[in-house]
């Protein structure tokens, strides 16, 4: 039989051949994937494996402080401690690890692994109770040592925990969008988890700024539990300018408040208004703008934020935040060798205020309710309020010649929120500042401006006089009054004044006159070349951070303009002769108006910190000379002649009292009273604020002027909100401020003999 022999391969070699194609193509994919992740992907790979064999510490850094005028210390950070506790404890979660660790060793792992949920959970249960309380212990220890009652430690550690919780929704948020935009809806793509960020596996302070003494006992509850608690070196913010005794001469007060003797006033949080406070914790805002950790990137900013970090609440703590805060430095130490680098944290920068702190702390005490100037008094002459009844106030100085403001008081001010009720704290909002924030209608202050724009402009000539017949408009005598046509004067008239009078007595129509010939669109470009309309840019913050400032209001073009077509714009004119209609501004405006006008229209804008100025928005504009001495004239007989509104305090018909008493000081000043909108307060006394609860028909008191030896040196400005009369109410505030400005040095010693 003959065989025959086949050419072809046999089963044996095309299994091997298969066998040698998929080697191959398995060498293939292993040859891609090791290019793609050593050359595609290699430098990411590379920097996550030296990452892991680094071990970084991170430096905390501090915050730079903040100084007054005079180089006095007003907020700095002191050496202290902080206790932290890690955040397994916080949660529970460790109580819960150490049992279930407990009653695995108790039945062993072979048996542990044969029990269904429900056993285990019963056995976990079991071996609760020691580990429960040893975390009460550390709990009580944390509360004996520090004075805190296991109420506050509990608010606390519910305040991290919401933090926290908070915080992790946000980065499981972005992390799962950033999953999706990925795999979108593919089938085999991988289920997103939430993974523990950070913050979940850190230490948190539940105790900041504890004293050396109550470190070292809490040192030795570290010692037995390191896993659990934490005494770190920590920093405090400390202000030592906070407490001001202030005593001041009680001979020149107005009668029912005058004493011979020294009145001693305890001011506290001197200055909190503008510093400003510190918080531990952040918020979410905190997060937003300055990450520690860029929760897409993954870089790190050292001066960003971390969950227990301090940071500025408000006043200059808030809005100087990035320069004060400083940046963490870190140690970089090499796991496979003993390498290691440093990097030195950077302190915050110092920031120095215009502030006298001393002054500063006499304009508080000027204000406090203790004092008596911002209660309702017998000579205030308002039948409306009660006696005693507590009045919202401010006060701003600022030097001419620099800009810088030397102290701005408001009343009542954070120190006193406390002592507030629910519903004073609601009308009276201790937190605003109502120097820069507050804004109010000008009134009769703005009547020098109106003046020296008119002059300015040729709409009037000194030489000239205007009639005041007792009211603007020849067929309504009940329109556009003037001050003194009432009843109760016999209708009395002003007649025929020239500027320097008209100022001295406040005469509506004589600026009635002037707003009219200056019409509205000319009148509102002068208020706001004198700063009307605008935020001044005094620096309470710098980077976009927010400041406390309010532009106040005045006609724009638009504004102005629609006013022509509805025929209104010529009374608008007249009233904001007066200071009244669409014209609102903060103290700080109307003593920084003031000072542009002692300038003669050389505008420098007021600052809070000292070498910062903003810029004007447009060049300066000269005053006519002839036209700010004919102002400063006026004001100065408002204050020296009988007939001059901020002369004399009236007590009754004859009665009367001189309200300044500064010699050899020079004094010029305008007052206002300025419509308000009505007084809200608790009329019925029942705890809440109804629709009846007000006081209709009141005014906001003014005063604002110039005290000097010679010259105009310094400008102030004061409001008392609803106060009523501006020279009876603000008046006397007034003359307290030039005593004050002699007191702390800036001007001559006063030879007053009081008014008695």
């Known amino acids: 039989m003959q065989t025959t022999r086949r050419f072809g391969k046999s089963m044996f070699q095309r299994r091997v051949l298969i066998l040698a194609a998929c080697a191959v193509v398995v060498n293939l994919l292993l040859a891609a994937q090791l290019f793609r992740l050593a050359v595609d992907q290699g430098e990411g790979h590379l ?14 850094t501090w915050r730079g402080s903040i100084l007054d005028r005079r180089g006095r210390v007003l907020a700095e950070d002191r050496p202290a401690y902080d206790v932290s506790l890690s955040y397994d404890v916080i949660t529970g979660a460790w109580i819960d690890q150490k049992a279930a660790r407990a009653a695995r060793e108790s039945v062993g792992s072979e048996r542990w692994r044969a029990l269904g949920p429900g056993e285990r959970d019963d056995l976990i249960q079991e071996q609760r109770l020691p580990y429960e309380e040893e975390v009460g212990e ?36 972005r992390q799962r969008q950033q999953h999706e935009t990925r795999f979108g809806n593919l089938a085999d793509a991988p289920e997103f988890r939430e993974r523990p960020i950070a913050e979940q596996e850190a230490f948190h302070v ?10 070292m006992r809490l040192q030795q509850l570290e010692a037995v539990y390191p896993e659990l608690v934490k005494v770190e070196y920590s920093r405090t913010r400390w202000r030592p300018e906070s407490v001001k005794r202030v005593i001041i001469d009680g001979d020149g007060l107005p009668r029912g408040l005058h004493t011979n003797d020294p009145i ?43 969950i227990d970090d301090e940071t500025g609440s408000h006043g200059i703590e808030l809005g100087w935040e990035d320069e004060l805060r400083g940046t963490r430095g870190s140690i970089n130490r090499r796991r496979d060798r003993s390498s290691e680098t440093r990097v030195e944290p950077v302190p915050g920068a110092n920031v120095q205020l215009t502030i006298d702190i001393e002054l500063q702390a006499h304009l508080e005490a000027l204000l406090s309710s203790g004092f008596g100037l911002t209660t309702v008094q017998s000579w205030h002459g308002d039948s409306q309020l009660a006696a005693g009844s507590s009045l919202n106030a401010a006060v701003v100085v600022l030097e001419i010649e620099t800009g810088e403001i030397l102290a701005m008081a408001s009343f009542p001010g954070r120190s006193v929120e406390d002592e507030l009720s629910d519903v004073e704290r609601e009308v009276r909002a201790p937190w605003l500042d109502r120097v820069s924030e507050a804004v109010y209608p000008p009134g009769s202050i703005v009547k020098p401006l109106v003046l020296a724009a008119a002059v300015t402009d040729g709409a009037y000539s000194l030489d000239h006089s205007i009639t005041c017949k007792g009211h603007h408009f020849p067929t309504q005598p009940n329109v556009a009054r003037c001050w003194i046509y009432r009843q109760a004067n016999g209708m009395a008239t002003h007649g025929s004044l020239q500027a320097e009078e008209a100022l001295a007595r406040s005469c509506n129509c004589f600026f009635y006159e002037l707003g009219a010939r200056l019409g509205l669109a000319r009148i509102s470009d002068w208020m706001s070349y004198f700063g009307g309309g605008r935020k001044l840019g005094i620096g309470t913050s710098a980077n976009g951070l927010p400041g406390t400032e309010s532009p106040g209001s005045l006609p724009d073009g638009e504004e102005i303009a629609e006013l022509d077509k509805r025929g209104e714009s010529d009374f608008e004119a007249i009233m904001l002769g ?53 102002a400063l004239a006026g004001l100065e007989a408002s204050v020296t002649k009988n007939h001059g509104t901020g002369s004399r305090l009236r007590y009754g018909p004859g009665d009367y009292d001189t309200i300044f008493d500064v010699d050899p000081v020079r004094i010029w000043g305008k007052t206002g009273t300025a419509q308000a909108p009505p007084m809200r307060i608790d009329l019925d006394g029942d705890g809440q604020l109804g629709d009846d609860d007000r ?20 400008a102030f400005a004061v409001v008392v909100e609803h106060g009523g009369s501006g020279g009876r109410v603000a008046g006397p505030i007034a003359n307290q401020i030039v005593h004050a400005l002699m007191d702390n040095g800036y001007l001559p010693e006063s030879t007053r003999e009081g008014f008695h």
């Open 695 to 714: 006081i209709d028909g009141l005014h906001h008191a003014w005063f604002v002027g110039f005290a000097g030896e010679e010259e105009p040196e310094y």
């Open 578 to 630: 007066i200071g009244q209609g669409r014209f609102t501004w903060t103290p700080l405006h109307a003593a920084n108006a003031f000072a542009i006008l002692a300038r003669h229209g050389r505008r420098l804008p007021p600052t809070l910190i000292r070498g910062v100025h903003s810029s004007p928005p447009d060049p300066d504009r000269l005053l006519d000379h002839h036209a700010v001495e004919a």
């Open 206 to 215: 539940i105790l900041p700024n504890v004293d050396d003494a109550q470190a």
């Open 264 to 306: 001693s006033i305890r001011v506290n949080d001197v200055g909190i208004q503008i510093i400003g406070e510190v918080r531990r914790g952040i918020w979410e805002e905190d997060m937003e703008r300055r990450p520690f950790r860029n929760a897409r990137t993954g870089t790190v900013d050292p001066g960003g934020y971390m």
């Open 47 to 60: 920097q996550v494996a030296q990452s892991r064999l680094q071990v970084q510490t991170w430096l905390p």
């Open 138 to 173: 550390i709990w009580q220890l944390l509360s004996r040592t520090s004075g805190q009652s296991p109420t506050e430690l509990e608010a606390t550690r519910n305040q991290i925990l919401q933090r926290v919780q908070h915080m992790a929704a946000v980065v499981w948020q």
